[in-house]
């Protein structure tokens, strides 16, 4: 059983910053590629950036330069840097943990970014 739960969300001014973090829950998080998604309103969920158990990283061109993924496995956290906001960058934010082998793909409740002035 996976259980993730966002948090760092809010409303900043367009040109500030956020972090979101991610606090994981159940077995073997290490080997689990962890994901940041967002789905603003009338729009569908898209990928944010991701990164595997050894730290590879991918992301959206949108977010490329101004966000970073990384992961603390001391913790069972994936966090998501957002810098240099901009007003499209509002959506809800989603954290997904996904291992195949295991059969785990899980999503978090989602956390709320408004970027506004």
């Known amino acids: 059983q996976v259980q993730l739960v966002e948090s760092g969300g809010g409303l900043v001014q367009p040109g500030g910053s956020l972090r979101l973090s991610c606090a994981a829950s159940g077995s073997r998080f290490s080997i689990w590629t962890m994901g940041w998604y967002r789905q603003a309103p009338g729009k569908q969920r898209e990928v944010v950036a991701t990164?595997?158990?050894?730290?590879?990283?991918n992301y959206a061109d949108s977010v490329k330069g101004r966000f970073t993924i990384s992961r603390d496995g001391a913790e069972d956290t994936v966090y998501l840097q957002m810098n240099s906001l901009k007003p499209e960058d509002t959506a809800v934010y989603y954290c997904n943990a996904r291992a195949p082998s295991l059969g785990i793909d899980s999503w978090g409740q989602g956390t709320q970014v408004t970027v506004s002035s």
């Open positions: 990164i595997t158990s050894i730290g590879n990283t």
